[in-house]
């Protein structure tokens, strides 16, 4: 089968397609057949290997480093004997290890079944930036019905999902982003847009219960002064290229400072969890969130799409239609 493989640490170049074994599913693991992929910063920031500190966490957590990808949409071609929630056939999405590939092998917790009236494309686009945006609020954010969040970086994967999930909770919503994206997160759903090259959120008036910081460019001490008493902090983002002390610094400060504060800071990683996908698939059928995709790449361009990523401007989700693989 073709893959996309790289060999070597270094930018989104390293990446190519090559023919590779067809893996085959464990007991408790389903064979996917992929159909779309998204792409995550996730994916260059481990093809990077920079800081090492990236790395040697990727490994301890078992990310798949020389086979990119981690969302996925598809169906299933194969069980495991000990799987029991799926067949060969069912349309599923959810996360794996290397999906920018024909076939993906993937634990069945991770996965769930693609509502029919989405398409693979959307469902792809779920798995890290929907749950990252559902738990952040949700779960560390605890946010409620009237409560005033603001998202930075609110036109990415993470915030365009954050939008409006935000809006679905009740919330009064703001997002943060440049001027080519005010429009299209107004028209998801955010009440108050502001245009970051022009003003700073942490130097204006208004005040916040939330921040959904999605960006890593903001400190806990800027942060503080918008937040209103016992407001919160979720750090989901980091600096586009930390150094190994920046990225051990960065939580160390951060809960240092809001020791002494009414005002907190929560520093998430968001957790695999069927529930939550089935959640977002169903918001999805029932129109009640739509992902915002930024392009659809062919499969031989997926150093494209990660590079698109890697600039760190993509408008929502940026898929790679792996159905349409290169032959030959
Ligand atoms: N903690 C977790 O579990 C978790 C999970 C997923 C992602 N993450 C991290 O969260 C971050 C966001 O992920 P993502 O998938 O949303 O990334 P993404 O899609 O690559 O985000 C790109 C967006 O960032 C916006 N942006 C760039 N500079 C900005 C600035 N100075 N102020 C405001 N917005 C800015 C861009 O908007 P403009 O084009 O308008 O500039 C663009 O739309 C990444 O650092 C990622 O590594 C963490």
New binding site residues.
Partial sequence: MKAAIYTSYGPPDVVHIAEVEKPAPKDDEVLIKVRAASV???DW?LMKGKPRAVGIMARLLKMPIGRPGVDFAGEVEAVGSKVTQFKPGDPVFGGCRGAFAEYATTREKSIVTKPDSITFEQAASIN??GL?ALQGLRDKGKLQAGQKVLV??A?????TFAIQIAKSFGAEVTG???A??LEMVKSIGADTVID?TKKDFTNLPQRYDLILE????KSFSACRRVLNPNGKLVL???PHDPSTIGLLALPIKALGSSLFSDRKVVM???KSSQDDLTLLGELIATGKLEPVIDRCYSFNEVPDAVRH?EE????GKVIIDVAAAPSG
């Fill in positions: 995550n910063p996730l920031r890290v930036a990252t930075n970086g036109a990415g994967g993470v915030g943060v982003c440049s080519r994206n970051y999605c960006v890593g460019n989901v983002g980091g998430f990683i968001a990523v760190g401007h993509a408008q």
